[in-house]
Nanobody
Framework: QVQLVESGGGLVQPGGSLRLSCAAS????????MGWYRQAPGKQRDLVAS???????DYAGSVKGRFTISRDNAKNTVYLQMNSLKPEDTAVYYC?????????WGQGTQVTVSS
């Protein structure tokens, strides 16, 4: 069983930056492709970035060039560096495997981009 705990969200002005962290329990973390997802009010939960066990990355078009996903397998942690934030980035952000496993969802972390 893997448990995922997200942190690092908050309120930021447009153009600002945030770094999200996802701490994972379980020794097999390093073998998973991991992803960051987000869900805005009234919308579905979408994958915005993923990283393979070897470090290969992929991004949704809406965040490409602004967000960077990374991982530290020694710390069982995945990160999402978010720059040039826009109001439309406002959402609850979650990490999970990619594709996701239903029983791995954590509580998420709220990101609000507003002036």
């Amino acid at each position: 069983q893997v448990q995922l705990v997200e942190s690092g969200g908050g309120l930021v002005q447009p153009g600002g930056s945030l770094r999200l962290s996802c701490a994972a329990s379980g020794k097999i973390f390093r073998f998973y492709t991991m992803g960051w997802y987000r869900q805005a009010p009234g919308k579905q939960r979408d994958l915005v970035a993923s990283i393979t066990s070897a470090g290969g990355t992929d991004y949704a078009g809406s965040v490409k060039g602004r967000f960077t996903i990374s991982r530290d397998n020694a710390k069982n942690t995945v990160y999402l560096q978010m720059n040039s934030l826009k109001p439309e980035d406002t959402a609850v952000y979650y990490c999970n495997t990619a594709p996701y496993r239903t029983n791995y969802w954590g509580q998420g972390t709220q990101v609000t981009v507003s002036s």
